[in-house]
């Protein structure tokens, strides 16, 4: 496996990728659980609060290295880049039709194309950068058990 090694040269490109990668952890921050989650049914293997901002921490990271590693390998925008933006969005927007607009319905169709392209990542980047594929895969993890707990909250509380 192919270590990572940053140049000088590429620490303002890996920078952009972390503050893209911010933006929108930062936009899906706005919209936090508070009392309309609180009251909602959950299964009984709902995580508690406080796992969910370092787990997202840290894959927040892995996200913006992994679109790093590809763009520093492919120098250019290519599929696996647009995949990786795409479901970045998703991402973005996952906690605006939860949080912000109290639909579960929504952020379950939104969840369910956000682990497609995860896994489309996963798949494209390969060949340029199994690093960077191999950072998805934690972040596929997640996101497969929150479509889980998402389908869940959704069905516990659908009239």
């Known amino acids: 496996m192919a270590t990572l090694v940053l140049r000088r040269n590429q620490l303002p490109s890996l920078v952009v990728f972390i503050l893209v990668v911010a933006a929108i952890a930062f936009f899906g921050a706005q919209f936090q659980p508070g009392f309309w989650f609180e009251q909602l049914a959950k299964p009984s293997w709902n995580p508690p609060g406080a796992l969910f901002g370092p787990v997202w921490t840290v894959l927040y990271i892995a996200i913006a290295v992994a679109g790093w590693l590809v763009w520093r390998s492919a120098g250019r ?71 889980a707990l998402n389908f869940a909250i959704w069905r516990l509380n659908s009239a």
């Open 77 to 147: 925008i290519v599929l696996s880049l647009q995949i990786w933006f795409a479901q970045l969005v998703l991402n973005g927007l996952w906690s605006f039709l939860f949080f912000g607009l109290h639909r579960p319905d929504l952020a379950l169709v939104d969840i369910l194309l956000l682990l497609a392209l995860i896994v489309a990542f996963i798949v494209t980047a390969r060949h340029r950068s199994p690093m960077a594929s191999w950072l998805f895969v934690p972040y596929a993890a997640w996101v497969s058990f929150a479509t």
